[in-house]
């Protein structure tokens, strides 16, 4: 069985040493490069139809993060920020200049940071749900988050999360504790306001109507980029003065916004459309 929003696109696959990891990514269509990071539990193929859409305009390097797909877990937290320099490694292994990164949830996290961190090696972010605090999450969604551990690894395994990782992670029995880290980071309190408001790459953040945090996060978070404040003016004079935007995607969820064409659409149009 496959996970819903798996792509039947195949990229030619390889591994980078670094960081101490054996980094599993594959590179799809040709043009200008874009990293393609994917969400907690996840891996490079559940984009769906989103990783061939920007494929056909972009060469795409879609990773699995670290303990995730095909990339094997290291002894260290699974942590957003380790992750960035992770990528940063990926882009200096691979030669990349500037690439543009689009990450989705957890990638989003990871994507934001990378640019945050490594400006220099960046040249557009698209940052799709990613939360910068813990409390923007709705509560009851942070009472399913405590509950993720490696208790709850048995209960998984219907699940389309555990049979994609049972089928490609090179170690299947990681994955309780993959588990208890995935838990023990969400349960870390942390503001990701000031990375934002640092950030000095052109940058889109997205999100679903129904999203894990409502619209008014979201927005809060293009406010940090100098966005939602006044009037954008007839010639656009008053919008962001670094090139920000937001989308906020109609009839979607936080769960079904990593593989809907949608996304790809507005990430295209934003990394195509505008000046480099």
Same mark, same amino acid.
């Given at each position: 069985m496959t996970t819903t929003g798996t792509t039947d696109t195949k990229g030619t696959g390889h591994y980078a040493k670094v960081n101490g990891l054996n980094l599993y990514y594959e590179i799809h269509g040709a043009g200008r490069p874009l990293i393609l990071l994917h969400g907690g539990l996840?891996?490079?193929?559940?984009? @769906?139809? !989103? #990783?061939?859409? &920007? =494929? /056909?305009? $972009?060469q795409v390097i879609a990773p699995d993060l670290q303990g995730h797909g095909r990339t094997a877990d290291i002894d260290r937290p699974i942590d957003v920020r380790l992750m960035a320099d992770d990528i940063s =490694? #990926?882009?200096? $292994? #691979? @030669? &990349? /200049?500037?690439? +543009? #990164?689009?990450?989705?949830s957890l990638g989003g996290g990871v994507a934001l940071h990378t640019a945050a961190k490594y400006p220099a090696k960046v040249r557009r972010l698209v940052a799709v749900s990613a939360n910068i605090r813990p409390d923007a999450i709705y509560a009851e969604m942070r009472v399913q988050q405590g509950q993720v551990g490696a208790a709850a690894a048995e209960f998984m395994k219907d699940t389309p999360m555990y049979q994609l990782y049972h089928r490609v992670a090179p170690r299947p029995e990681d994955f309780p504790t993959l588990l208890d880290k995935l838990g023990a980071s969400m349960a870390k309190d942390f503001d990701f306001a000031d990375e934002v408001r640092g950030l000095q790459v052109p940058t889109l953040? !997205? =999100? =679903?109507d129904a999203d894990m945090a409502p619209p008014s996060h979201y927005v809060e978070v293009f406010? &940090? &980029? @100098?966005?939602? !404040?006044? +009037?954008?003016?007839?010639?656009?004079?008053?919008?962001p003065a670094g090139g920000h935007a937001l989308a906020i995607l109609p009839g979607l969820t936080h769960y079904n916004i990593g593989a809907s064409p949608l996304l790809a659409a507005v990430a295209l149009a934003f990394l195509d459309d505008q000046p480099a």
């Open positions: 996840m891996s490079n193929e559940t984009f @769906g139809p !989103v #990783l061939p859409q &920007l =494929a /056909e305009r $972009h =490694a #990926l882009i200096d $292994h #691979l @030669g &990349l /200049e500037t690439p +543009d #990164l689009v990450g989705y953040i !997205v =999100a =679903a406010k &940090l &980029l @100098g966005g939602g !404040v006044r +009037d954008g003016g007839w010639m656009g004079e008053g919008r």
